[in-house]
């Protein structure tokens, strides 16, 4: 790049458009941040109604935070807090009736780190037990709190990385840090003097380390590396501070956050893999902003300010220390830069310090270096806003679908009216619950699903004892029709068309369609993790321009059967509950709980019941044109969930038409999409053995 007159402003204005381009710019920073803490809230709401409120999850990081970029990649951060161990820091704190566990921060532990000592529950004392599992009397005769207490089944088979149990993301999905972690309501002794600190920019303000104070920390399970007391030692989190801090930040700040974790991305960690941490480069930016004049941070000096953060980054290394920015005696790089390395990376930060951002061109992540090149030529390349706002709107859409899964499992195994009950009790917690915010709001989208699940529940047991649909079933299946485009209309269908009400279906029908727009509406899916080929360029243009309202107009959900709703589910769709022999659930994950519902992508439901209602009504037009329509979906529709099961559907019409081989076909393509747990099996064995009598 030509260093011209200006060259810093121009260059840092140039910087800055690219970031907008690839959708680091005010308004997608805040649809991220929105989308994850709505997910946040959602599930949250969906724990205190199954689980009763055993965990919160809190989703931190670089997601939430809206600090992220496609290229980025950054993993989903998770920490699920136990709600039912009090942790305090003062014996004033104590609760009666529960063990509480007293947080010690003594010189004989590491800075950042704590021990738990157990108190009794019936006395603020210390406890007198036997050492065990979960607890370990030291020398000097204190019960402390081991970290296996916050063991989960499923999280201790994930590979251990720090305090996080990884889960790898199927194609297309980005990976998990599951974080266990128990929380104290008040802040942390070790970082009390943070509060009184004021620094040149007076930043973070007042009210900002007021906010702070009030959250408390985690304890995490992991000790000090190479610690005396590694083993027992909790280490402090500062999550929902530092949480605060970065919805604070200005655009400035945040695509300077961004530009070190691509450079992080490109030059460092491919040599270097974990010395040098994004969440390093978080302090880093911090403690910069809190030592300079907030004018600083603008559009047209963003290069300066990146070159700032490298430089103290670079001092941080040369003396192999980054103080945590709220407990400075925290060292977050002791023992993490060898002898080796050191030289080594330091030459690599000083080459792109010095390059004054040249060494910006050479980064590959979202084509930052390119699209940087043609910029400085005022040359415009593709933005990718669009793009993005439309798969964060499906991570809305998929985490409201997946409660489905939670009604499942809290109903299985129930008698009809026990799960009636169950469900009922589901919808008055949602409604009794006094909430604001997000929390209200995840409330208002979950309260839709399960009121049309109760309500097919009721015509389900309804249409198995008096082969009709009661009004108050049929009430609460109307509070949901509006839920996405076609899921829950489709559940109206189905229950119609089984109770043999056929023109009031048709017209339903004509409804969906009527509203669906091929060139727009997305499939949702909240069954499993389900990797996209594209998104229509309709649906990401719409979801641009609109917030989470919009997945009643450019979504279709999957349409899922309960085993509780299955008279309200047609035959042909009835074995997919039964799709997997006793060989085939030995092969079954966490992330097939779906299996054992009927469940089948929104389009080609709607062209299988058009079917079947033509053929009842005798139409035989417009039968064949809706076999027409469900075999073209199957070809052209390309981010169809639950293929296998549309061609099974599809296999049944052929047999219903006589056409035999293409009915085996049907389920022999069905099979190679998914060998296992599949219904296809079932169809082709009942199908041979039907031939096989008719030569006979």
């Known amino acids: 790049m030509y260093q011209g007159p200006n060259y810093t402003e121009t260059v840092s204005m140039r910087l800055s458009e690219v970031l ?177 600190q004021q620094g040149d920019a007076h930043w973070p303000s007042a009210e900002m380390k007021q906010y702070c104070s009030r959250t408390g920390c985690f304890v995490v399970p992991v000790g000090c590396r190479g610690s005396e007391h590694e083993q027992l030692e909790w280490r402090i989190s500062t999550s929902l501070a530092e949480r605060c801090l970065m919805l604070n930040l200005n655009i400035t700040q945040i695509r300077c956050y961004v530009l070190m974790k691509m450079i992080l991305k490109s030059y460092i960690k491919p040599q270097f893999e974990d010395v040098i941490s994004s969440y390093m480069c978080k302090t ?12 600083i941070w603008r559009e047209n000096n963003l290069l300066s300010c990146l070159l700032l953060c490298l430089y103290l980054l670079y001092n941080n290394i040369i003396n192999e220390n980054c103080p945590h920015f709220f407990i400075p005696e925290y060292n977050l790089m002791r023992g993490k830069i060898s002898p080796v390395v050191k030289p080594y990376i330091l030459e690599l930060l000083n080459n792109i310090i010095n390059s004054e951002g040249v060494a910006l061109l050479g980064i590959k992540c979202d084509d930052l270096g390119s699209r940087l090149h043609l910029k400085c030529y005022n040359l415009c390349p593709y933005k990718t806003s669009e793009y993005i706002s439309g798969f964060l709107l499906l991570e809305t859409a998929n985490t409201i679908l997946n409660s489905l899964l939670f009604i499942s499992s809290t109903v299985k195994n129930k008698r009809p009216n026990e799960a009636v009950q169950t469900l009922t009790n589901c919808i008055s917690k949602i409604l009794n619950d006094q909430c604001e915010g997000l929390v209200e709001r995840a409330c208002q989208l979950l309260f839709p699903i399960y009121c049309t699940t109760l309500g097919s529940l009721l015509a389900s047991i309804n249409i198995n004892q008096h082969n009709t649909v009661s009004a108050d079933a049929l009430k609460l299946i109307s509070l949901g029709l509006n839920i996405d485009v076609a899921s829950s209309k489709l559940k109206l269908v189905s229950i119609l068309y089984c109770v043999h009400e056929m023109q009031k279906a048709d017209l339903v029908l004509s409804e969906i369609e009527g509203s669906y727009d091929l060139q727009v509406v997305e499939p949702a899916y909240g069954c499993y993790n389900f990797e996209r080929i594209h998104l229509k360029q309709g649906f990401s243009a719409t979801c641009d321009n609109h917030t989470e309202d919009v997945i009643q107009y450019a979504t279709a959900s999957c349409v899922i059967f309960l085993p509780c709703e299955i008279h309200c589910v047609p035959t042909e769709l009835r074995y997919e509950m039964v799709r997997s022999t006793p060989g085939d659930r030995i092969f079954l994950t ?51 969930g639950h293929r296998e099961t549309a061609l099974n559907i599809i296999g049944k019409c052929m047999e219903k038409e006589g056409r035999v081989r293409d009915a085996l076909q049907c389920y022999s393509m069905s099979l190679n999409l998914r060998e296992r747990n599949n219904a296809a099996r079932m169809h082709i064995c009942t199908l041979l053995s039907v031939i096989g009598n008719f030569r006979a």
Not at 34 to 43: H, N
Not at 284 to 295: E, M, Q, R, T
């Open 20 to 196: 907008s381009d690839i959708g680091v710019d005010e308004r997608i920073v805040l649809k991220r941040r929105r989308t994850m803490l709505l997910k946040e809230s959602i599930e949250n709401v969906i724990y205190k109604i199954h689980k009763n409120s055993v965990f919160t999850v809190n989703y931190f990081g670089s997601q939430s935070e809206g600090t992220t970029t496609i290229g980025i990649e950054s993993d989903i951060d998770l920490l699920y807090c136990f709600n039912d161990i009090p942790v305090i820091q003062d014996w004033c704190k104590w609760i009666p009736g529960v063990h509480n566990y007293l947080m010690i921060q003594d010189n004989f532990v590491s800075p950042g780190y704590c021990l738990l000592q157990v108190l009794r529950p019936d006395a603020p004392l210390p406890a007198d037990r036997e050492s065990n599992q979960y607890y370990f009397r030291d020398r000097t005769g204190k019960i402390l709190l081991k970290q296996s207490i916050v063991s989960v089944g499923y999280f201790d088979k994930l590979p251990l990385h720090g305090p996080a149990r990884v889960e790898q993301g199927p194609n297309g999905y980005l990976d998990a840090d599951n974080v266990l972690a128990l929380h104290c309501k008040s802040w942390p002794q070790q970082a009390r003097q943070w509060l009184d």
């Open 590 to 640: 966490k992330d097939d709980a779906w299996m054992d519902n009927a469940v089948m992508d929104s389009l080609p439901y709607l062209y299988f019941l058009q079917y079947k209602v033509n053929s009842y009504l005798g139409r035989h037009n417009k039968k064949q044109s809706a076999l027409s329509n469900l075999l073209r979906t199957i070809i052209t529709e390309q981010n169809l």
């Open 284 to 295: 880093v930016l911090f403690k910069c902003i809190a030592n300079s004049h907030l004018n």
